[in-house]
């Protein structure tokens, strides 16, 4: 632990950004990519159902270059335009995240949330997983050294200056390691599931990598 070098975050609208999680002193990556039109205004038209959704996949790849079967996913949605340019770019994301990580086996979530899901700056215990907002507010992050990470879930201790919370949007790709990646114990990325505005939601979709 004392011989690693210091932790750090990188982002860029490049999407080789999320190659740079791969580095050891990396527990963090964000490619802040643009969605497309269509797939933003599918994402929207979605949370406008009032609705609620939660959708989990375990997807087993005959390799990493095999694409996902992710029938099943929002169908019930086929008739609001841009449904099938979702599917199709979620099955991209699969693919890319089982490629750099040489991953048989992930985990999928696709859930609306009107509430924080993790309201507290905690860390995850997997050894990396992606985060991505179709729509509504982005994660919210903390460079190393915010907060103490002894008193990680105690309420006093984080941060009251709401200049020091990193914050995504809707679009960007998180690559965050948690607690599990080998060589990273003790240097998971510090993180949480922002609070959206009352009267709106979010369109979060997490992939874990399970082996």
């Given at each position: 632990?004392?011989?690693?070098?210091?932790?750090?975050?990188?982002?860029?609208?490049?999407?080789?950004?999320?190659?740079?999680?791969?580095?050891?002193?990396?527990?963090?990556?964000?490619?802040?990519?643009?969605?497309?039109?269509?797939?933003?205004?599918?994402?929207?038209?979605?949370?406008?159902?009032?609705?609620?959704?939660?959708?989990?996949?375990?997807?087993?790849?005959?390799?990493?270059?095999?694409?996902?079967?992710?029938?099943?996913?929002?169908?019930?949605?086929?008739?609001?335009?841009?449904?099938?340019?979702?599917?199709?770019?979620?099955?991209?994301?699969?693919?890319?995240?089982?490629?750099?990580?040489?991953?048989?086996?992930?985990?999928?979530?696709?859930?609306?949330?009107?509430?924080?899901?993790?309201?507290?700056?905690?860390?995850?215990?997997?050894?990396?997983?992606?985060?991505?907002?179709?729509?509504?507010?982005?994660?919210?992050?903390?460079?190393?050294?915010?907060?103490?990470?002894?008193?990680?879930?105690?309420?006093?201790?984080?941060?009251?200056?709401?200049?020091?919370?990193?914050?995504?949007?809707?679009?960007?790709?998180?690559?965050?390691?948690?607690?599990?990646?080998?060589?990273?114990e003790g240097g998971g990325l510090i993180h949480r599931s922002p609070q959206p505005p009352i009267g709106e939601r979010r369109l979060l979709v997490t992939l874990d990598w399970l082996?």
């Amino acid at each position: 632990m004392n011989d690693r070098q210091p932790l750090r975050q990188v982002s860029s609208e490049q999407i080789n950004v999320l190659c740079e999680v791969l580095r050891d002193e990396v527990n963090l990556a964000v490619w802040q990519r643009q969605l497309p039109a269509q797939i933003s205004d599918f994402a929207t038209a979605l949370l406008a159902q009032g609705e609620s959704l939660g959708q989990s996949i375990v997807l087993e790849l005959a390799s990493p270059e095999h694409t996902p079967n992710l029938s099943g996913l929002v169908e019930g949605y086929s008739d609001l335009p841009g449904q099938g340019a979702f599917v199709q770019d979620l099955s991209w994301l699969v693919s890319a995240f089982a490629c750099l990580l040489d991953s048989k086996r992930i985990g999928l979530r696709l859930r609306i949330l009107d509430k924080a899901m993790c309201p507290r700056f905690h860390v995850d215990h997997v050894p990396v997983r992606l985060i991505t907002s179709y729509a509504g507010v982005g994660s919210e992050w903390l460079r190393e050294g915010v907060m103490a990470r002894h008193r990680l879930g105690d309420p006093a201790a984080e941060p009251g200056d709401a200049g020091l919370i990193e914050r995504c949007k809707a679009g960007h790709v998180l690559l965050a390691k948690g607690e599990k990646w080998i060589g990273n114990e003790g240097g998971g990325l510090i993180h949480r599931s922002p609070q959206p505005p009352i009267g709106e939601r979010r369109l979060l979709v997490t992939l874990d990598w399970l082996g």
